[in-house]
C-alpha cells in the first residue's frame, strides 16, 4: 500500500510505500520493520515494483516501508538533470540556501517516518536498512551515524565514497557547501574510521555495472573498513549491471541478513 502524509521536517506532503506480511495480522502482532532507500531518479514505486521482495518479507515476517527519495511538491526547489533536486535528495539534511528548508531526508528517515510508521502500523522499533545506489549510500552513511537505531545494515551498488565521485561531488557541494570537513559527515569511507559500533556491512555490486569504476568505487569502503577494522562482506556479483534485476537477484538473501539480525 502507498500511503501519503504531511511532513513537518520536509515542509510538504510525502509518499512512501508499506508492505505488511501476513503476520502482521495476528493479534498483538509487532513486527521488525525494513527500511528500504532507492536510488537516484526513483520514487516509492520502483522497489516495491520490481524488486521482488514481498515473498521474502512474507517468509520472514518483516514490514518493509519504502519512502520517496527526496520533497517534493510546488514550492520544492528542484534543478536541471536527474542528479540534483527532485528525485535526488542524497539523503543528507542540507544546509545551504536553497535547499535547506525542505531537503532534510536524514531527519525524515531516521526519525519522522519511523515515528509515523511506528505509531500507525504493528511495527516494532527493531529496525533495518538498505537501498541501491544513492540509497546504498543513504543505508550505509544513516547506520553509521546512528549507533543502535539499526540491528542491521545492507547495500546494493552503493556510492561508498560520495565525497570523491561526480554524484557526491556536485550533490553534496550544493547540499551541504564548499567545506569538504562537512561531506565527510554522509560519506561511509570516513564514517567507518570513527564508528563506534561495528555494525557489519553487507554490500553486493555487479561487476559489470556501468556506473562501478566512476561513481560506485566499492575498493574505497573495502579499504576503509580493513584499515579501521569494520566488518564488511563485499561480493561482486560477474555479468550484473546496476539494475533491478541485479537486485531482485540477490534480495531474498538481503532480507535473510536482515531477519537474522532483527531476531536476535
Given at each position: 500500500?502507498?500511503?501519503?502524509?504531511?511532513?513537518?521536517?520536509?515542509g510538504?506532503?510525502?509518499n512512501?510505500?508499506?508492505?505488511?506480511?501476513?503476520?502482521?495480522?495476528?493479534?498483538?502482532?509487532?513486527?521488525?520493520?525494513?527500511?528500504?532507500?532507492?536510488?537516484?531518479?526513483?520514487?516509492e514505486?520502483?522497489?516495491?515494483?520490481?524488486?521482488?521482495?514481498?515473498?521474502y518479507?512474507?517468509?520472514?515476517?518483516?514490514?518493509?516501508v519504502?519512502?520517496?527519495?527526496?520533497?517534493?511538491?510546488?514550492?520544492?526547489?528542484?534543478?536541471?538533470?536527474?542528479?540534483?533536486g527532485?528525485?535526488?535528495?542524497?539523503?543528507?539534511?542540507?544546509?545551504q540556501?536553497?535547499?535547506?528548508?525542505?531537503?532534510?531526508?536524514?531527519?525524515?528517515?531516521?526519525?519522522?517516518?519511523?515515528?509515523?510508521?511506528?505509531?500507525?502500523?504493528p511495527?516494532?522499533?527493531?529496525?533495518?536498512?538498505?537501498?541501491h545506489?544513492?540509497?546504498?549510500?543513504?543505508?550505509?552513511a544513516?547506520a553509521?551515524?546512528?549507533?543502535?537505531?539499526?540491528?542491521?545494515?545492507?547495500?546494493?551498488?552503493?556510492?561508498?565514497?560520495?565525497s570523491?565521485?561526480?554524484?557526491?561531488?556536485?550533490a553534496?557541494?550544493?547540499y551541504?557547501?564548499?567545506?569538504?570537513?562537512?561531506w565527510?559527515?554522509?560519506?561511509?569511507?570516513?564514517?567507518?574510521?570513527?564508528?563506534?559500533?561495528?555494525?557489519?556491512?553487507l554490500?553486493?555490486?555487479?561487476?559489470?555495472?556501468?556506473?562501478?569504476?566512476?561513481?560506485?568505487?566499492?575498493?574505497?569502503?573495502?579499504?576503509?573498513?580493513?584499515?579501521a577494522?569494520?566488518?564488511?562482506?563485499?561480493?561482486?556479483?560477474?555479468g550484473?549491471?546496476?539494475?533491478?534485476?541485479?537486485?531482485?537477484s540477490?534480495?531474498?538473501r538481503?532480507?535473510?541478513?536482515?531477519?537474522?539480525?532483527?531476531?536476535?
Amino acid at each position: 500500500d502507498v500511503y501519503r502524509h504531511r511532513s513537518q521536517v520536509l515542509g510538504c506532503d510525502m509518499n512512501f510505500a508499506v508492505y505488511l506480511p501476513p503476520q502482521a495480522a495476528q493479534p498483538g502482532a509487532r513486527l521488525p520493520v525494513l527500511y528500504w532507500l532507492s536510488g537516484l531518479t526513483c520514487t516509492e514505486q520502483n522497489f516495491i515494483t520490481k524488486a521482488g521482495a514481498q515473498r521474502y518479507a512474507a517468509e520472514h515476517g518483516i514490514i518493509l516501508v519504502a519512502p520517496d527519495t527526496s520533497p517534493r511538491g510546488d514550492d520544492v526547489p528542484d534543478a536541471e538533470g536527474y542528479d540534483l533536486g527532485k528525485g535526488a535528495g542524497f539523503y543528507v539534511n542540507a544546509t545551504q540556501d536553497p535547499w535547506a528548508r525542505h531537503y532534510r531526508m536524514d531527519d525524515y528517515v531516521v526519525r519522522e517516518l519511523p515515528a509515523w510508521v511506528e505509531a500507525h502500523f504493528p511495527a516494532s522499533d527493531a529496525r533495518a536498512i538498505s537501498g541501491h545506489s544513492m540509497g546504498g549510500h543513504g543505508a550505509l552513511a544513516l547506520a553509521l551515524r546512528n549507533p543502535g537505531r539499526y540491528r542491521s545494515v545492507s547495500a546494493f551498488a552503493p556510492i561508498v565514497a560520495p565525497s570523491r565521485v561526480p554524484w557526491g561531488e556536485k550533490a553534496f557541494g550544493a547540499y551541504l557547501g564548499p567545506d569538504r570537513e562537512a561531506w565527510k559527515r554522509y560519506d561511509a569511507t570516513e564514517l567507518v574510521a570513527t564508528a563506534t559500533e561495528r555494525l557489519p556491512l553487507l554490500v553486493d555490486q555487479g561487476g559489470d555495472d556501468e556506473f562501478l569504476d566512476g561513481q560506485l568505487r566499492p575498493h574505497l569502503l573495502q579499504a576503509a573498513c580493513e584499515a579501521a577494522g569494520h566488518p564488511l562482506e563485499l561480493r561482486i556479483h560477474p555479468g550484473y549491471d546496476h539494475s533491478y534485476y541485479f537486485i531482485a537477484s540477490f534480495i531474498g538473501r538481503h532480507i535473510a541478513h536482515h531477519a537474522a539480525a532483527l531476531s536476535a
